[in-house]
Nanobody, 116 residues
Framework: QVQLVESGGGLVQAGGSLRLSCEASGSIFSFTTMGWYRQAPGKQREVVVGLTSSGFTNYADSVKGRFTISRDNAKKTVYLQMNSLLPEDTGVYYC??????????WGQGTQVTVSS
């Protein structure tokens, strides 16, 4: 069973930065894809960025140039560095991983609130 624990959310003013962390149980080498989604109030969950095991990244247009995904294999952690935050970035951010057999796991979510 894979468990994901997110941290790093909070309240920040527009233009500020936050770094989200997602620590995974088990070896992250077994994950084919890791990524982040977010869900704003009253909206559907949407993809923010995905990172494949080969290092390919796919960012949502709305965050390109502002957000960066990275991972530390030794710490079994994936990060999301968020810069130049906008009020529309507000939402609950979820970490997700997909294994080689196609199973997908989600973290509990961490709240990000950007004030104008």
């Amino acid at each position: 069973q894979v468990q994901l624990v997110e941290s790093g959310g909070g309240l920040v003013q527009a233009g500020g930065s936050l770094r989200l962390s997602c620590e995974a149980s088990g070896s992250i080498f077994s994950f084919t894809t890791m990524g982040w989604y977010r869900q704003a109030p009253g909206k559907q969950r949407e993809v923010v960025v995905g990172l494949t095991s080969s290092g390919f990244t796919n960012y949502a247009d709305s965050v390109k140039g502002r957000f960066t995904i990275s991972r530390d294999n030794a710490k079994k952690t994936v990060y999301l560095q968020m810069n130049s935050l906008l009020p529309e970035d507000t939402g609950v951010y979820y970490c997700t991983v997909r294994t080689a057999i196609g199973a997908q796991y989600w973290g509990q979510g961490t709240q990000v609130t950007v004030s104008s």
